[in-house]
């Protein structure tokens, strides 16, 4: 067993010598990586018990060592695994989802599509995309009781972005929160990404509980636990039309359908 300097984690040789890196052959199966990539799905259920503290500084870690524009690293980390607070957040969280859907929701009457519909049009207009149509249509369910907020996860690791962060901070926290994801599911946890705890930052009480003020902005959270069952179900990827210019200057692009 040697130290890996940079994380302080342990690594063993194995681990290195099995590094799925460098080698290509045509037709090869997928390898550890790619397989961890394309298998992983959003869990939706999970088991009551967390994870252990170790396999959630795992999953950190992977964050932690995200590449970041500049380096700038404009992260910060919370961890919510407190029964308390979760069930807190999600009662909240749909408190706030009735609220929207009882300002918004123009499709539960005739009278409130008459009054309501070109009110409701102008708001998705303002936010078109927090209320683009899939998550209205999340909100409706909440609303109704019919899903939950937070599915439940036992964990919740929370990404704050600093707003200073060079270029596009975001960019850099989506894919510090895929890397966490990836390595969650190569340690067969379950992931969800949970963009519904905006929901929560209307709300003074959460937004001071997280620290979330300038310089930071709470991007999004992600969900974490054993899967309990399994997922939802296989969401269709769209076929990708790349182009790919090879030729001159003049030359149109070949366009390739990537899916297919
Ligand atoms: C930024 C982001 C926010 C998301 N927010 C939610 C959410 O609030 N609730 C939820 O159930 N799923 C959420 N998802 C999960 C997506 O619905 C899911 O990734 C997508 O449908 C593809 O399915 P898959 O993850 O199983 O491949 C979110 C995903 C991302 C990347």
Not at 63 to 92: H, T, Y
Request: net charge positive; with cysteine; charged share 25%.
């Amino acid at each position: 067993m040697t130290h890996n300097e940079k994380s302080n984690l342990p690594v063993t040789e194995d681990a290195i010598q099995d590094r799925p890196q460098g080698k290509f052959v045509e037709g090869q199966p997928w390898n550890e990586v790619e397989r961890v990539i394309i298998e992983r799905r959003s869990i939706r259920r999970f088991k009551r018990e967390p994870l252990p503290d170790a396999m959630i500084r795992r999953i950190l870690e992977a964050g932690r060592f995200a590449p970041s524009a500049g380096n700038c690293q404009p992260w910060k980390f919370i961890v919510v695994r407190s029964p308390q607070i979760l069930a807190e957040m999600e009662k909240d969280a749909v408190m706030m989802a009735k609220l929207f859907m009882w300002l918004l929701d123009y499709t539960r009457s005739r009278l409130r599509r008459i009054f309501l519909m070109p009110f409701t049009k102008l708001v998705i207009r303002l936010l078109p995309n927090q209320l683009h149509p899939v998550p209205f249509g999340l909100l409706q369910q909440i609303a109704r009781d019919k899903t939950l907020v937070f599915h439940g996860a036992p964990t919740i690791i929370a990404l704050l972005e600093d707003r200073r962060g060079i270029s596009s901070p975001a960019t850099d926290i989506g894919i510090c929160g895929q890397n966490m994801v990836l390595a969650a599911h190569s340690l067969g946890a379950g992931t969800c990404w949970l963009g519904l705890i905006k929901l929560l930052m209307y709300l003074p009480k959460w937004r001071r509980l997280f620290g979330v003020r300038y310089p930071y902005r709470l991007n999004d959270v992600i969900g974490v636990g054993w899967p309990a069952g399994d997922y939802d179900g296989e969401v269709p990827r769209e076929v990708q039309l790349v182009q790919w210019f090879e030729g001159g200057m003049k030359e149109p692009p070949r366009v390739e359908r990537q899916g297919e």
